[in-house]
């Protein structure tokens, strides 16, 4: 008798169905791939096992009975962690306090926290994961992948039997994610289940039991763990094969057409940071999480309220103070957050379009409104945003979609350098093939792209050429005869590679 | 758009009671009179309003009457100067105080609630200090008669106020609307991080919403010492600005920002006087009158946020 068993689950939102009769089962101990495009109805499916989501229609059965998830409390009591995109851990509390929140062990006459069991009781879940962090850490001390391995010790610590992991990789590094996967393993091995959400196919291939494949709210298909592969997978998701994934490179043009010059960022005040790009080319950034990437690029793009950043473009000397300045220079970033730093997810996506640009669409100081949906339309039609409508709140869509709203606001405005922070986190892989063939078009135009990457088969396939940083500096240029893997790490650790140029002419 | 039917089916509900239980409420003198009342509540509560949209609040909207006042009718009575330029002055004192609380928010990185209650501490003293504690006025004083009619006359009937209410709300509604300061205005009361993201100068947006509503507060403070024509420095104008935020709330503006409408602004503001109206006209112990006032903002509110989560279930 499996685990969990979700039967013909129905889920309209208005104007979309996101689920229609979808079927997801669970043995103890499986690892179960839930894959699909951006907007294929996998988180709404998971949020319906969660209780975060009343379902339309269907039933759920766990252990073989029917039950009702009403709430959260409800997952819990049976059995059901979910570990969402956006993690949920309380900043200001330490590890203990996290795993133990709400349900924090008490001394006895006062009802005081008791803090000596508390800690106690923390190691147990701490040790059967592998982790070697002090109880007392706070949270906000912590990585992203810590946090999140804080989450699973939280999960652990309520019984958890199935857990739910909802994108888990897509802010992780390399040698994180395979500490997570192996985590994975580790834990299906002691008879935990888990149903994981991905676009990595990768990932897929190394831990799945089995993939659960949803196309458009529909089960498309299943694939036992002997079957699974990359081009099985992608048939299902997107209905066809997708020949060309990786767009090659025509040779690049005008060499030094961009130069920037002594980048400063807030975060490494003494570390100045030169390169240079040619037009027509992607440029790729890569290196360890807190190398100073997103740091530098916001400098770039006037974006660090306490530096300015010199650049040239085509021989003309450009100064930067404030983002207007970049922007009306025709330098865009499209950033790594996008909740928070990408998107007014409380706005259409009509008015999120138009945001960046939006004294074009006015006359007068007032806009017209027609011109702006035109534009809206057309974005959403070129970059296939699914969505109901333009007026849609971008809150209500998928991750991936939400993506590709915070691209469509730059690419709409004809960009001399566009700075592409994580531009395919989130992306499903048909899309991500369409957005390398945008990045690659825009390029060809005469737009110089610079991209920062954490996904090293994207760094080593999209770039023309790689700068990798280190600490707040670039230790190296890899041209694309050059651009590995153990060269783009050993660069990014701090060493010295041969073949490695300095990133600008002086 | 259907936050506002509420509660304009409220008001509309409310007037016709109201009518019933009393008649004396059609009477062209009360109309008149509450016509006035609204003209010059509306006209500052925009102002408020637009603050609270960026995610701001302005507590010292009333201390600012009580100085616009006092300086109006010495500005008048005691320097004699020209009505043109007199109120003039009265409206830039509001203007440049809003434009002290704007940098104080963006440039220092204060709360707005903490800026502008040091405000209304400081522009009340300062209106004692100016007066003496005396009592100021206008009494029957000579040469700025078209003033103290702009103010407190009449066209086509109508009071003065309530004229230019509908003008001001007229401008205002394509300002925040239609136009793309209006749009600015609410996208940083979303996410003020991913505006700043998309090239706008937040701070300058920001900052111009407090300028904005100083410029309707001075106006509305012109209106208002007019029509009490008397200014007690400690009494003038005490808690207008909380019947402000109560009339933003009730027509929709949420205190976390990005959200509101001029209509629901004026709706809201209408809703408070007549149910101050009806306190008096029903013969209610006018100490109930502040009670009353926030039973029905709470239930209002109450009642928007029970809608509201329905409709998301939905
Ligand atoms: N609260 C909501 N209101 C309206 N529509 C919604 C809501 N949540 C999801 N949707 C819609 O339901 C569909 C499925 O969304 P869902 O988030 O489940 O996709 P997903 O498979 O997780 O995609 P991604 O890979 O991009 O995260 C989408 O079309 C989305 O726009
Ligand atoms: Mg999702």
Redesign the interface.
């Known amino acids: 008798m499996p685990l969990l068993e979700m039967k013909g689950i129905c889920k309209r939102f208005p104007g979309v169905v996101a689920l229609n009769e979808v079927d997801l089962s669970s043995d103890t101990g499986e690892v179960v791939a839930l894959v699909g495009e951006n907007g294929a109805g996998k988180s709404t499916l998971m949020k319906i096992l969660g209780g975060v989501y009343q379902p339309d229609g269907g039933e759920i059965l766990v252990d073989g009975e029917p039950r009702e998830i009403q709430n959260v409390e409800d997952a819990m009591r049976l059995g059901i962690a979910f570990i969402h995109q956006e993690l949920n851990v309380v900043d200001n509390l330490d590890v203990a306090g996290n795993i133990f929140l709400g349900r924090e062990p008490r001394t006895k006459p006062f009802h005081l926290i008791d803090q000596k069991k508390i800690h106690d009781d923390a190691k147990p879940f701490l040790a059967r994961l592998g982790l070697d962090i002090p109880s007392d850490t706070r949270l906000d001390e912590l990585s992203v992948a810590y946090q999140q391995m804080v989450e699973i010790a939280k999960a652990l610590s309520l019984n958890a039997r199935l857990i739910i992991m909802d994108e888990p990789t897509s802010s992780l590094t390399l040698a994180e994610t395979n500490r997570l996967l192996s985590l994975i393993k580790e834990l299906s091995s002691q008879g935990v289940s888990i149903i994981y959400i991905s676009h990595r196919l990768a990932e897929i291939d190394e831990i799945a039991n089995r993939a659960v494949v949803l196309r458009d709210g529909e089960n498309a298909g299943e694939v036992a763990r002997k079957e699974i592969s990359h081009d099985r997978l992608v048939n299902l998701m997107v209905g066809r094969s997708i020949s060309q994934f990786y767009v090659e490179p025509k040779e690049s043009s005008k060499a030094g057409y961009f130069q920037a010059r002594n980048l400063r960022s807030s975060r490494y005040p003494d570390c100045s940071v030169s390169f240079d790009a040619s037009q027509g080319e992607i440029l790729g950034f890569a290196g360890l999480v807190g190398a100073g990437r997103s740091e530098i690029m916001k400098a770039l793009a006037g974006l660090d309220r306490t530096s300015q950043a010199k650049v040239c473009i085509n021989d003309e000397d450009i100064e930067i103070r404030s983002a207007k300045d970049a922007i009306n220079r025709g330098i865009y970033l499209v950033p790594e957050d996008r909740r928070s730093e990408g998107l007014v997810t409380e706005m259409s996506v009509r008015e999120n379009m138009t945001l960046p640009d939006l004294p074009r669409y006015a006359r007068g100081g007032l806009i017209q409104f027609g011109r702006e949906r035109e534009v809206a339309n057309a974005q959403v039609e070129t970059l296939k945003v699914k969505t109901p409508h333009i007026e849609a709140l971008v809150r209500n869509l998928s991750g991936g979609n939400q993506q590709k709203v915070v691209l469509g606001k730059w690419l709409a405005m004809q960009p001399k350098v566009l700075i592409l922070d994580e531009p395919t986190r989130g992306i499903d892989v048909g899309s991500k093939a369409e957005i390398y063939q945008l990045m690659r078009t825009l390029a060809e135009k005469g737009s110089v792209i610079l991209m920062i990457s954490s996904d090293m088969e994207e760094v080593l396939h999209i770039s023309d050429r790689v700068a990798v940083m280190h600490e707040g500096r670039i230790t190296g240029v890899l041209d694309r005869a050059h651009c590995t893997e153990t060269n783009i790490m050993q660069l990014a650790v701090g060493q010295s590679v041969e073949v490695a140029k300095p990133a600008c002419s002086e | 758009m259907k936050k506002e039917l509420g509660i304009f089916i409220l008001l509309i509900a409310l007037c016709v009671v109201t009518a019933i239980l009393n008649p004396r409420f059609l009477s062209p003198t009360n109309l008149t009179n509450m016509a006035n009342i609204i003209g010059m509540f509306g006209i500052f509560s925009i102002g408020l309003g637009l603050v609270i949209i960026t995610g701001g609040i302005d507590l010292s909207v009333g201390s600012m009457f009580a100085l616009a006042g006092v300086l109006l009718s010495i500005a008048l009575r005691e320097w004699g100067l020209p009505w043109p330029i007199a109120a003039l002055f009265v409206i830039i004192v509001p203007m440049a105080l809003g434009a002290i609380h704007g940098t104080l928010v963006t440039q220092m990185r204060i709360q707005p609630f903490i800026v502008t209650l040091c405000g209304l501490l400081l522009y009340r003293g300062l209106a004692r200090f100016i007066a003496d504690d005396n009592t100021k006025g206008f009494g029957n004083a000579e040469g700025f008669e078209t003033l103290r009619s702009l103010a407190s006359g009449k066209f086509l009937g109508l009071p003065m106020p309530f004229v230019l209410l509908v003008v001001i709300a007229g401008i205002m509604w394509?300002v925040l609307h239609?136009?793309?300061?209006g749009?600015?205005l609410?996208?940083v009361g979303?996410?003020e991080?991913?505006?700043?993201?998309?090239?706008?100068?937040t701070k300058l947006v920001i900052a111009s919403s407090y300028v904005l509503a100083g410029l309707l507060t001075g106006i509305a403070g012109i209106l208002l010492s007019f029509y009490t024509n008397s200014i007690s420095p400690s009494t003038h104008g005490n808690f207008y600005e909380l019947y402000a935020i109560a009339a933003a709330v009730l027509g929709g503006c949420s205190l976390r920002g990005?959200e509101g409408s001029i209509i629901g602004i004026i709706i809201g503001t209408a809703l408070l006087q007549i149910l101050q109206n009806l306190v008096n006209l029903l013969g209610i112990p006018s100490s109930l009158n502040f009670a009353v006032m926030g039973a029905v903002v709470l239930l209002g509110v109450l009642a928007d946020s029970y809608l509201g989560n329905r409709s998301l279930k939905n």
């Open positions: 394509l239609r136009s793309v300061y749009r600015y609410f996208a979303r996410n991080e991913a505006t700043r993201f998309s090239g706008i100068n990005g």
